[in-house]
Protein backbone atom coordinates (compact mmCIF):
# COMPACT_ATOMS: atom_id res chain seq x y z
CA UNK A 1 0.00 0.00 0.00
CA UNK A 2 1.45 3.24 -1.30
CA UNK A 3 1.80 5.96 1.65
CA UNK A 4 -1.17 8.53 1.56
CA UNK A 5 -1.25 11.85 2.01
CA UNK A 6 -4.44 14.04 4.00
CA UNK A 7 -4.31 17.66 4.35
CA UNK A 8 -5.81 19.53 6.82
CA UNK A 9 -6.46 23.65 5.91
CA UNK A 10 -8.19 26.14 8.27
CA UNK A 11 -10.59 28.68 7.22
CA UNK A 12 -12.32 31.44 8.58
CA UNK A 13 -10.74 31.98 11.81
CA UNK A 14 -7.33 30.81 13.68
CA UNK A 15 -7.24 28.59 16.60
CA UNK A 16 -10.12 26.26 15.53
CA UNK A 17 -8.17 23.28 17.15
CA UNK A 18 -7.12 22.28 13.27
CA UNK A 19 -3.90 20.29 15.72
CA UNK A 20 -6.56 18.62 17.90
CA UNK A 21 -8.30 17.82 14.90
CA UNK A 22 -5.11 16.13 13.28
CA UNK A 23 -3.99 14.59 16.34
CA UNK A 24 -7.89 12.75 17.04
CA UNK A 25 -8.05 11.94 13.41
CA UNK A 26 -4.61 10.42 13.85
CA UNK A 27 -5.30 8.62 16.89
CA UNK A 28 -8.69 6.96 15.17
CA UNK A 29 -6.41 5.62 12.45
CA UNK A 30 -3.65 4.34 14.38
CA UNK A 31 -6.43 2.60 16.12
CA UNK A 32 -7.60 0.95 13.36
CA UNK A 33 -4.29 -0.60 13.22
CA UNK A 34 -2.56 2.33 10.76
CA UNK A 35 1.10 3.71 10.89
CA UNK A 36 0.05 7.44 11.27
CA UNK A 37 2.22 10.50 11.61
CA UNK A 38 1.55 14.02 11.39
CA UNK A 39 3.40 17.12 10.38
CA UNK A 40 2.94 20.73 10.81
CA UNK A 41 3.92 23.22 7.96
CA UNK A 42 4.03 26.92 9.88
CA UNK A 43 3.85 29.66 7.23
CA UNK A 44 6.07 32.19 9.39
CA UNK A 45 10.02 32.82 8.58
CA UNK A 46 11.31 32.08 11.59
CA UNK A 47 13.67 28.57 10.88
CA UNK A 48 12.02 27.37 13.89
CA UNK A 49 10.04 28.67 16.73
CA UNK A 50 13.53 28.28 18.62
CA UNK A 51 14.25 31.96 19.07
CA UNK A 52 10.90 33.05 19.80
CA UNK A 53 9.52 34.68 22.87
CA UNK A 54 6.95 32.34 24.57
CA UNK A 55 4.61 35.00 24.67
CA UNK A 56 4.64 35.25 21.06
CA UNK A 57 4.27 31.40 20.47
CA UNK A 58 3.33 29.50 23.32
CA UNK A 59 5.55 26.37 24.36
CA UNK A 60 8.14 25.26 22.16
CA UNK A 61 8.17 20.76 22.07
CA UNK A 62 11.72 19.94 21.95
CA UNK A 63 11.90 16.12 19.99
CA UNK A 64 14.09 13.11 20.39
CA UNK A 65 16.41 13.96 17.72
CA UNK A 66 16.59 18.08 19.32
CA UNK A 67 14.64 19.99 17.21
CA UNK A 68 12.92 22.80 18.63
CA UNK A 69 9.20 22.56 17.43
CA UNK A 70 5.57 23.74 17.22
CA UNK A 71 3.82 23.02 20.03
CA UNK A 72 0.97 20.80 17.86
CA UNK A 73 3.78 18.06 17.82
CA UNK A 74 3.33 17.79 21.50
CA UNK A 75 -0.22 16.80 20.89
CA UNK A 76 0.42 14.48 18.11
CA UNK A 77 2.54 12.53 20.21
CA UNK A 78 0.61 12.78 23.15
CA UNK A 79 -2.23 11.93 21.16
CA UNK A 80 -0.48 8.89 18.73
CA UNK A 81 2.12 8.10 21.20
CA UNK A 82 4.37 8.59 18.39
CA UNK A 83 8.23 9.97 17.96
CA UNK A 84 8.18 13.24 16.14
CA UNK A 85 11.44 14.81 14.89
CA UNK A 86 12.32 17.53 12.72
CA UNK A 87 11.28 16.53 9.77
CA UNK A 88 7.68 16.84 11.21
CA UNK A 89 7.74 20.22 10.97
CA UNK A 90 8.67 23.08 8.35
CA UNK A 91 8.77 26.23 8.35
CA UNK A 92 8.34 29.08 5.70
CA UNK A 93 12.04 30.00 6.93
CA UNK A 94 13.03 27.03 6.79
CA UNK A 95 12.20 26.45 2.99
CA UNK A 96 13.43 29.75 2.00
CA UNK A 97 16.93 28.65 4.12
CA UNK A 98 17.25 25.50 1.91
CA UNK A 99 16.62 26.96 -1.21
CA UNK A 100 18.78 30.11 -0.80
CA UNK A 101 21.62 28.17 0.21
CA UNK A 102 20.96 25.56 -3.09
CA UNK A 103 20.98 28.94 -5.07
CA UNK A 104 24.77 29.81 -3.54
CA UNK A 105 25.95 26.36 -4.23
CA UNK A 106 24.54 27.16 -7.46
CA UNK A 107 22.05 24.37 -7.38
CA UNK A 108 19.52 25.88 -9.82
CA UNK A 109 21.92 25.56 -12.63
CA UNK A 110 21.51 29.41 -13.58
CA UNK A 111 18.20 29.29 -13.28
CA UNK A 112 15.67 32.27 -12.23
CA UNK A 113 14.77 31.01 -8.36
CA UNK A 114 11.23 31.53 -7.69
CA UNK A 115 8.33 30.59 -5.34
CA UNK A 116 7.01 28.74 -8.08
CA UNK A 117 8.35 26.40 -8.95
CA UNK A 118 11.13 26.24 -6.20
CA UNK A 119 9.98 27.20 -3.26
CA UNK A 120 6.30 24.55 -3.84
CA UNK A 121 8.75 22.27 -4.96
CA UNK A 122 10.72 22.45 -1.94
CA UNK A 123 8.00 22.36 0.14
CA UNK A 124 6.81 19.25 -1.78
CA UNK A 125 9.96 17.51 -0.71
CA UNK A 126 9.61 18.11 2.74
CA UNK A 127 6.18 16.88 2.47
CA UNK A 128 7.13 13.48 0.61
CA UNK A 129 10.31 12.56 2.35
CA UNK A 130 7.85 11.27 5.40
CA UNK A 131 5.92 9.77 2.80
CA UNK A 132 9.02 8.34 1.23
CA UNK A 133 10.40 6.98 4.57
CA UNK A 134 8.52 3.54 4.12
CA UNK A 135 7.53 3.60 7.91
CA UNK A 136 4.30 5.01 7.17
CA UNK A 137 0.48 4.16 5.92
CA UNK A 138 -0.94 7.60 6.06
CA UNK A 139 0.91 10.83 6.89
CA UNK A 140 -1.45 13.69 7.98
CA UNK A 141 -0.33 17.65 7.11
CA UNK A 142 -1.51 20.27 8.96
CA UNK A 143 -1.48 23.53 7.12
CA UNK A 144 -0.95 26.52 10.10
CA UNK A 145 -2.86 29.60 9.29
CA UNK A 146 -6.04 30.42 7.67
CA UNK A 147 -6.81 30.09 4.07
CA UNK A 148 -7.23 33.02 2.36
CA UNK A 149 -3.87 34.38 4.23
CA UNK A 150 -0.65 35.84 2.13
CA UNK A 151 1.61 33.51 3.50
CA UNK A 152 -0.22 30.35 3.08
CA UNK A 153 -0.53 30.41 -0.59
CA UNK A 154 2.65 28.87 -1.62
CA UNK A 155 1.34 26.26 0.86
CA UNK A 156 -1.70 25.98 -1.05
CA UNK A 157 -0.41 25.33 -4.25
CA UNK A 158 2.16 22.94 -3.37
CA UNK A 159 -0.42 20.78 -1.69
CA UNK A 160 -2.40 21.13 -5.30
CA UNK A 161 0.47 19.95 -6.81
CA UNK A 162 1.32 17.40 -4.70
CA UNK A 163 -2.19 15.92 -5.21
CA UNK A 164 -1.60 15.67 -8.82
CA UNK A 165 1.92 14.46 -8.46
CA UNK A 166 1.18 11.45 -6.15
CA UNK A 167 -2.63 10.83 -7.52
CA UNK A 168 -5.68 12.17 -6.34
CA UNK A 169 -6.37 8.70 -4.76
CA UNK A 170 -3.29 8.55 -2.74
CA UNK A 171 -4.82 12.54 -0.99
CA UNK A 172 -7.48 13.83 0.63
CA UNK A 173 -7.98 17.45 1.63
CA UNK A 174 -10.34 18.30 4.98
CA UNK A 175 -10.65 21.23 5.50
CA UNK A 176 -11.43 22.64 9.36
CA UNK A 177 -14.00 25.61 9.25
CA UNK A 178 -16.27 27.22 12.32
CA UNK A 179 -19.90 27.41 11.77
CA UNK A 180 -21.06 30.19 14.22
CA UNK A 181 -24.69 30.91 15.94
CA UNK A 182 -25.44 34.22 15.66
CA UNK A 183 -27.76 34.67 18.79
CA UNK A 184 -29.86 37.61 17.52
CA UNK A 185 -30.59 35.36 14.82
CA UNK A 186 -31.16 32.29 16.82
CA UNK A 187 -29.67 30.37 13.72
CA UNK A 188 -26.44 28.95 12.83
CA UNK A 189 -24.84 30.49 9.90
CA UNK A 190 -23.20 29.03 7.07
CA UNK A 191 -21.96 31.67 4.77
CA UNK A 192 -18.12 31.90 6.52
CA UNK A 193 -17.84 28.34 5.77
CA UNK A 194 -18.98 28.77 2.20
CA UNK A 195 -16.51 31.63 1.89
CA UNK A 196 -13.71 29.72 2.93
CA UNK A 197 -14.48 27.14 0.74
CA UNK A 198 -14.92 29.35 -2.23
CA UNK A 199 -11.24 30.99 -1.33
CA UNK A 200 -9.72 27.59 -1.19
CA UNK A 201 -10.94 26.32 -4.47
CA UNK A 202 -10.01 29.70 -6.24
CA UNK A 203 -6.94 28.44 -5.16
CA UNK A 204 -7.43 25.15 -6.80
CA UNK A 205 -7.81 22.78 -3.90
CA UNK A 206 -11.59 21.46 -3.03
CA UNK A 207 -12.02 19.90 0.00
CA UNK A 208 -13.68 16.29 0.17
CA UNK A 209 -14.67 16.69 3.72
CA UNK A 210 -15.21 19.60 5.51
CA UNK A 211 -15.21 19.76 9.65
CA UNK A 212 -16.79 22.58 11.22
CA UNK A 213 -16.60 23.77 14.85
CA UNK A 214 -19.51 24.31 16.02
CA UNK A 215 -21.13 25.94 19.59
CA UNK A 216 -24.81 24.09 18.81
CA UNK A 217 -25.39 20.63 16.88
CA UNK A 218 -25.94 20.88 13.42
CA UNK A 219 -29.16 19.78 12.42
CA UNK A 220 -29.75 17.47 8.82
CA UNK A 221 -30.80 20.83 7.20
CA UNK A 222 -27.58 22.86 8.11
CA UNK A 223 -25.08 19.93 7.06
CA UNK A 224 -27.48 19.40 3.50
CA UNK A 225 -26.99 23.39 3.64
CA UNK A 226 -23.41 23.33 3.81
CA UNK A 227 -22.94 20.25 1.66
CA UNK A 228 -24.90 21.35 -1.22
CA UNK A 229 -22.73 24.86 -1.12
CA UNK A 230 -19.34 23.49 -0.63
CA UNK A 231 -19.73 21.11 -3.37
CA UNK A 232 -19.19 17.75 -0.50
CA UNK A 233 -21.25 14.96 0.31
CA UNK A 234 -23.79 15.20 3.25
CA UNK A 235 -21.77 12.68 4.98
CA UNK A 236 -19.00 14.65 4.77
CA UNK A 237 -19.93 17.72 6.71
CA UNK A 238 -18.48 16.53 10.33
CA UNK A 239 -19.57 18.28 13.11
CA UNK A 240 -17.27 19.90 15.66
CA UNK A 241 -18.75 20.42 18.71
CA UNK A 242 -17.20 21.83 21.94
CA UNK A 243 -15.73 18.86 23.98
CA UNK A 244 -15.32 18.23 27.65
CA UNK A 245 -11.48 17.71 27.00
CA UNK A 246 -9.68 18.07 24.05
CA UNK A 247 -9.14 13.86 24.78
CA UNK A 248 -12.91 13.11 23.76
CA UNK A 249 -12.58 14.71 20.28
CA UNK A 250 -11.44 11.97 18.96
CA UNK A 251 -14.69 9.80 20.69
CA UNK A 252 -16.61 12.31 18.65
CA UNK A 253 -15.06 12.25 15.87
CA UNK A 254 -15.28 8.38 15.63
CA UNK A 255 -19.46 9.26 16.52
CA UNK A 256 -19.89 11.50 13.29
CA UNK A 257 -17.87 8.98 11.17
CA UNK A 258 -14.99 10.92 10.45
CA UNK A 259 -12.29 8.01 10.33
CA UNK A 260 -14.72 6.13 8.43
CA UNK A 261 -15.20 8.30 6.07
CA UNK A 262 -10.98 9.09 5.28
CA UNK A 263 -10.59 5.10 5.17
CA UNK A 264 -13.64 4.29 2.32
CA UNK A 265 -12.10 7.60 0.32
CA UNK A 266 -8.76 6.72 0.81
CA UNK A 267 -9.31 3.21 0.07
CA UNK A 268 -7.27 2.28 2.96
CA UNK A 269 -7.04 -1.66 4.52
CA UNK A 270 -7.47 -1.19 8.43
CA UNK A 271 -9.27 -3.07 11.14
CA UNK A 272 -12.53 -3.31 11.32
CA UNK A 273 -13.01 -2.12 14.71
CA UNK A 274 -10.91 1.13 16.18
CA UNK A 275 -8.94 -0.25 19.63
CA UNK A 276 -10.28 2.45 22.15
CA UNK A 277 -10.81 0.83 25.56
CA UNK A 278 -7.95 2.61 26.89
CA UNK A 279 -8.81 5.99 25.54
CA UNK A 280 -12.05 5.44 26.47
CA UNK A 281 -11.40 4.62 30.29
CA UNK A 282 -8.33 7.81 30.15
CA UNK A 283 -11.38 9.78 28.84
CA UNK A 284 -13.40 8.58 31.91
CA UNK A 285 -11.09 9.21 34.08
CA UNK A 286 -10.19 12.59 33.11
CA UNK A 287 -13.62 13.88 33.08
CA UNK A 288 -15.27 12.02 36.40
CA UNK A 289 -12.63 12.05 38.97
CA UNK A 290 -12.90 11.21 41.85
CA UNK A 291 -11.51 14.32 43.64
CA UNK A 292 -9.36 17.67 43.04
CA UNK A 293 -6.73 19.13 44.42
CA UNK A 294 -4.30 22.28 43.55
CA UNK A 295 -1.05 22.30 42.43
CA UNK A 296 0.60 25.77 41.59
CA UNK A 297 2.85 26.59 38.76
CA UNK A 298 5.30 29.03 39.56
CA UNK A 299 6.82 30.88 36.11
CA UNK A 300 6.59 33.74 34.42
CA UNK A 301 4.99 33.37 31.42
CA UNK A 302 1.51 32.45 33.56
CA UNK A 303 -0.91 34.89 31.18
CA UNK A 304 0.01 32.50 28.40
CA UNK A 305 -1.02 29.36 29.43
CA UNK A 306 0.56 27.66 26.15
CA UNK A 307 3.64 28.53 27.57
CA UNK A 308 3.36 25.76 29.66
CA UNK A 309 1.42 23.35 27.47
CA UNK A 310 3.09 19.93 27.86
CA UNK A 311 2.97 20.68 32.04
CA UNK A 312 -0.74 21.10 31.86
CA UNK A 313 -1.34 18.07 29.53
CA UNK A 314 1.26 15.48 31.73
CA UNK A 315 -1.11 16.77 35.04
CA UNK A 316 -4.12 15.32 32.82
CA UNK A 317 -2.36 12.31 32.33
CA UNK A 318 -0.49 11.92 35.69
CA UNK A 319 -4.05 12.95 37.20
CA UNK A 320 -5.97 10.50 35.41
CA UNK A 321 -3.82 7.56 36.70
CA UNK A 322 -4.25 9.22 40.32
CA UNK A 323 -7.97 9.55 40.07
CA UNK A 324 -8.29 13.35 40.95
CA UNK A 325 -8.34 16.05 38.54
CA UNK A 326 -5.31 18.55 39.18
CA UNK A 327 -5.92 21.97 39.17
CA UNK A 328 -3.40 24.38 37.90
CA UNK A 329 -2.82 27.12 39.99
CA UNK A 330 -0.96 29.80 37.84
CA UNK A 331 1.63 32.04 40.14
CA UNK A 332 3.07 34.84 38.34
CA UNK A 333 6.93 34.60 40.23
CA UNK A 334 7.75 37.94 39.56
CA UNK A 335 5.21 38.81 42.35
CA UNK A 336 6.06 36.61 44.82
CA UNK A 337 7.97 38.33 47.98
CA UNK A 338 8.48 36.31 51.11
CA UNK A 339 5.94 38.44 52.48
CA UNK A 340 2.96 37.01 50.04
CA UNK A 341 3.83 33.32 49.47
CA UNK A 342 2.26 32.06 52.36
CA UNK A 343 -0.71 33.94 51.26
CA UNK A 344 0.31 33.26 47.30
CA UNK A 345 0.16 29.35 47.93
CA UNK A 346 -2.49 28.87 50.50
CA UNK A 347 -4.42 25.63 49.86
CA UNK A 348 -1.77 24.11 46.99
CA UNK A 349 -0.83 20.58 48.15
CA UNK A 350 2.14 20.87 45.08
CA UNK A 351 4.48 22.99 43.59
CA UNK A 352 6.36 23.40 40.51
CA UNK A 353 8.85 25.63 39.18
CA UNK A 354 8.88 25.94 35.70
CA UNK A 355 11.92 26.24 32.99
CA UNK A 356 12.64 29.89 31.54
CA UNK A 357 14.98 32.18 30.76
CA UNK A 358 16.70 35.25 31.71
CA UNK A 359 16.27 36.64 34.94
CA UNK A 360 13.52 38.20 35.55
CA UNK A 361 11.00 36.69 38.16
CA UNK A 362 14.07 34.55 39.46
CA UNK A 363 13.80 36.02 42.95
CA UNK A 364 10.06 34.74 43.68
CA UNK A 365 11.04 31.61 42.27
CA UNK A 366 13.46 31.06 44.57
CA UNK A 367 11.33 32.30 47.55
CA UNK A 368 8.70 29.30 46.20
CA UNK A 369 11.34 27.06 46.38
CA UNK A 370 12.65 27.69 49.82
CA UNK A 371 8.72 28.00 51.03
CA UNK A 372 8.05 24.08 49.63
CA UNK A 373 11.17 22.92 50.93
CA UNK A 374 10.89 24.62 54.13
CA UNK A 375 7.43 23.66 54.64
CA UNK A 376 7.78 19.71 52.98
CA UNK A 377 4.91 20.46 50.70
CA UNK A 378 5.97 18.59 47.41
CA UNK A 379 8.02 20.52 44.96
CA UNK A 380 9.09 19.80 41.55
CA UNK A 381 11.40 21.82 39.68
CA UNK A 382 11.97 21.47 35.84
CA UNK A 383 14.89 22.89 33.99
CA UNK A 384 15.28 26.60 35.60
CA UNK A 385 13.30 25.15 38.76
CA UNK A 386 15.35 22.99 39.21
CA UNK A 387 17.96 25.42 38.38
CA UNK A 388 16.16 27.44 41.43
CA UNK A 389 16.23 25.21 43.75
CA UNK A 390 19.88 24.03 44.25
CA UNK A 391 20.41 28.13 44.39
CA UNK A 392 18.13 28.16 47.19
CA UNK A 393 20.05 25.33 48.70
CA UNK A 394 23.49 26.70 48.21
CA UNK A 395 22.14 30.42 49.85
CA UNK A 396 19.82 28.98 52.47
CA UNK A 397 21.26 25.65 53.23
CA UNK A 398 25.29 26.06 52.52
CA UNK A 399 24.98 29.95 53.68
CA UNK A 400 26.70 31.12 50.54
CA UNK A 401 25.08 34.39 49.84
CA UNK A 402 24.72 35.84 46.76
CA UNK A 403 24.87 32.00 44.95
CA UNK A 404 23.61 32.22 41.70
CA UNK A 405 24.23 31.33 38.07
CA UNK A 406 25.96 32.94 35.78
CA UNK A 407 22.83 33.45 33.47
CA UNK A 408 21.79 36.37 36.12
CA UNK A 409 25.22 36.90 37.30
CA UNK A 410 28.30 37.15 36.27
CA UNK A 411 29.96 38.13 39.04
CA UNK A 412 28.84 36.17 41.65
CA UNK A 413 31.42 34.39 44.14
CA UNK A 414 29.11 31.02 44.10
CA UNK A 415 28.57 30.25 40.41
CA UNK A 416 26.33 27.50 41.35
CA UNK A 417 25.20 26.90 38.26
CA UNK A 418 27.39 27.90 35.08
CA UNK A 419 27.43 27.90 31.63
CA UNK A 420 28.22 24.65 29.81
CA UNK A 421 31.51 24.49 28.47
CA UNK A 422 30.89 23.26 25.07
CA UNK A 423 28.04 26.77 24.99
CA UNK A 424 30.70 29.40 25.84
CA UNK A 425 31.83 30.50 22.44
CA UNK A 426 28.51 29.87 20.74
CA UNK A 427 27.36 33.25 19.23
CA UNK A 428 24.55 32.12 17.30
CA UNK A 429 20.86 31.88 19.42
CA UNK A 430 18.96 29.17 17.12
CA UNK A 431 19.13 25.70 17.97
CA UNK A 432 22.20 26.19 19.64
CA UNK A 433 21.38 25.02 22.95
CA UNK A 434 21.87 21.31 24.69
CA UNK A 435 18.86 19.99 23.01
CA UNK A 436 17.40 16.47 22.37
CA UNK A 437 17.53 13.23 24.21
CA UNK A 438 20.19 12.19 26.48
CA UNK A 439 20.53 9.56 28.70
CA UNK A 440 20.45 9.99 33.04
CA UNK A 441 21.49 7.49 35.52
CA UNK A 442 19.21 7.41 38.03
CA UNK A 443 20.62 6.24 41.76
CA UNK A 444 18.77 3.57 43.26
CA UNK A 445 16.71 3.98 46.27
CA UNK A 446 15.63 7.83 45.09
CA UNK A 447 12.52 9.35 44.52
CA UNK A 448 13.36 8.77 40.59
CA UNK A 449 14.67 5.30 40.83
CA UNK A 450 11.38 4.74 42.64
CA UNK A 451 8.91 6.62 40.17
CA UNK A 452 10.74 5.28 37.02
CA UNK A 453 11.93 1.91 38.34
CA UNK A 454 14.91 2.13 35.71
CA UNK A 455 18.31 2.59 36.03
CA UNK A 456 18.69 4.43 33.18
CA UNK A 457 16.08 6.67 31.01
CA UNK A 458 16.24 8.85 28.20
CA UNK A 459 14.79 11.87 29.02
CA UNK A 460 14.71 15.72 26.70
CA UNK A 461 16.84 18.83 26.94
CA UNK A 462 16.62 22.27 26.19
CA UNK A 463 19.40 24.46 28.22
CA UNK A 464 22.61 26.07 27.75
CA UNK A 465 23.28 25.95 31.91
CA UNK A 466 24.07 23.67 34.45
CA UNK A 467 25.27 22.75 38.20
CA UNK A 468 29.06 23.63 38.51
CA UNK A 469 30.77 19.92 39.00
CA UNK A 470 33.06 22.09 40.86
CA UNK A 471 31.07 23.40 43.54
CA UNK A 472 27.77 20.82 43.84
CA UNK A 473 30.70 19.01 46.61
CA UNK A 474 29.24 21.31 49.53
CA UNK A 475 25.48 21.14 48.61
CA UNK A 476 26.28 17.04 48.74
CA UNK A 477 27.75 18.00 52.47
CA UNK A 478 24.71 19.80 53.36
CA UNK A 479 22.07 17.10 52.28
CA UNK A 480 21.38 17.71 48.65
CA UNK A 481 21.65 14.11 46.63
CA UNK A 482 22.63 14.25 43.03
CA UNK A 483 20.11 11.53 41.64
CA UNK A 484 20.46 11.22 38.12
CA UNK A 485 23.33 11.88 36.11
CA UNK A 486 24.37 12.03 32.37
CA UNK A 487 26.87 8.76 32.15
CA UNK A 488 28.94 10.42 29.23
CA UNK A 489 30.01 13.90 30.42
CA UNK A 490 29.07 13.44 34.26
CA UNK A 491 26.06 16.28 34.20
CA UNK A 492 23.84 16.79 37.13
CA UNK A 493 20.30 15.92 36.15
CA UNK A 494 18.13 15.09 39.10
CA UNK A 495 18.55 16.88 42.21
CA UNK A 496 16.77 15.68 45.33
CA UNK A 497 16.40 16.08 48.78
CA UNK A 498 16.13 12.98 51.10
CA UNK A 499 14.63 14.21 53.95
CA UNK A 500 11.50 16.18 52.43
CA UNK A 501 8.58 14.64 51.63
CA UNK A 502 9.11 14.53 47.65
CA UNK A 503 11.38 17.19 46.10
CA UNK A 504 12.93 16.69 42.55
CA UNK A 505 14.64 19.10 40.35
CA UNK A 506 15.04 17.90 36.82
CA UNK A 507 17.35 19.38 34.43
CA UNK A 508 15.19 17.95 31.58
CA UNK A 509 12.17 18.23 30.13
CA UNK A 510 10.08 15.23 31.32
CA UNK A 511 6.62 17.08 30.72
CA UNK A 512 7.72 16.43 26.96
CA UNK A 513 7.36 12.80 26.92
CA UNK A 514 4.10 12.79 28.85
CA UNK A 515 1.57 10.99 26.48
CA UNK A 516 -2.11 9.51 27.36
CA UNK A 517 -0.93 5.97 27.16
CA UNK A 518 2.69 6.55 28.55
CA UNK A 519 2.12 9.13 31.64
CA UNK A 520 5.64 10.22 32.33
CA UNK A 521 6.31 8.77 35.76
CA UNK A 522 8.30 11.54 38.05
CA UNK A 523 4.54 13.60 36.83
CA UNK A 524 2.72 10.81 38.62
CA UNK A 525 4.82 10.18 41.19
CA UNK A 526 4.56 14.19 42.43
CA UNK A 527 0.73 13.79 42.20
CA UNK A 528 1.08 11.01 44.14
CA UNK A 529 2.81 12.51 46.86
CA UNK A 530 0.68 15.83 46.18
CA UNK A 531 -2.54 13.97 46.39
CA UNK A 532 -1.02 12.56 50.35
CA UNK A 533 0.11 15.93 51.07
CA UNK A 534 -4.32 16.83 50.15
CA UNK A 535 -5.45 14.18 52.00
CA UNK A 536 -2.91 14.72 55.30
CA UNK A 537 -3.92 18.15 55.32
CA UNK A 538 -7.33 18.25 54.60
CA UNK A 539 -6.90 19.62 51.28
CA UNK A 540 -8.46 17.29 48.83
CA UNK A 541 -11.70 17.65 47.43
CA UNK A 542 -14.04 15.09 46.43
CA UNK A 543 -16.00 15.27 43.74
CA UNK A 544 -19.97 14.73 43.30
CA UNK A 545 -19.43 12.69 40.17
CA UNK A 546 -20.70 15.10 37.63
CA UNK A 547 -17.93 15.06 35.56
CA UNK A 548 -16.41 18.09 35.67
CA UNK A 549 -14.82 19.74 32.41
CA UNK A 550 -10.86 19.38 32.85
CA UNK A 551 -9.68 21.97 30.04
N1 LIG B 1 17.85 29.25 31.26
C1 LIG B 1 18.29 27.98 31.72
C2 LIG B 1 19.39 27.40 30.83
O1 LIG B 1 19.56 27.80 29.71
C3 LIG B 1 17.13 27.01 31.83
C4 LIG B 1 16.49 26.67 30.53
C5 LIG B 1 15.13 26.05 30.66
O2 LIG B 1 14.46 26.16 31.70
N2 LIG B 1 14.65 25.41 29.59
O3 LIG B 1 20.10 26.53 31.26
Known sequence: MSTKYIFVTGGVTSSLGKGIICASLGRLLVARGLKVTVQKLDPYINVDPGTMNPYEHGEVYVTDDGAETDLDLGHYERFLDIKTSQTNNVTTGRVYYD?????????????????????????????????????????????????GDIES???????????????????????????PYLAAA????????????????ESGLQPDIL????????DASIRNKVARFCNVENEDVI????????????????????DTRVIEKLGLKTDKEAKLDNWIGFVEAVCNPSGEIKIALVGKYVEHHDSYKSIVEAFIHAGAVN???????????????????????????????????GGRGIDGKLTAVKYARENGVPFFGIC?????????????????????????????????????????DIENMGGTMRLGKYKCKVKEGSYAHKAYGEDIVEERHRHRYEVNNNLRYKLTEEGMSFTGMNPERDLVEIVEIADHPWFVGVQ?????????NNPQPLFVDFVKASLKYAKTNELYKPSKKTGMPVN
Not at 211 to 218: A, G, N, T
Not at 326 to 345: F, H, M, R
Not at 346 to 357: E, T
Request: with cysteine; charged share 20%; glycine share 8%.
Open 99 to 147: VIKKERQGAYLGKTVQVIPHITDEIQSHVLKLGESGEYDVVIVEIGGTV
Open 153 to 179: LPYVEAVRQLRYNVGRANTLSIHLTLV
Open 186 to 201: GELKTKPTQHSVKTLS
Open 211 to 218: VCRSEHHL
Open 239 to 258: ESIDARSIYEVPLLMQKEGL
Open 323 to 357: DCKVKVVWVQSDDLTPKNIGTALSGVSGVLVAPGF
Open 384 to 424: LGMQCAVIEYARNVCGWDGANSTEFDDNTEYPIIDIMHDQK
Open 508 to 516: FHPELRSTV
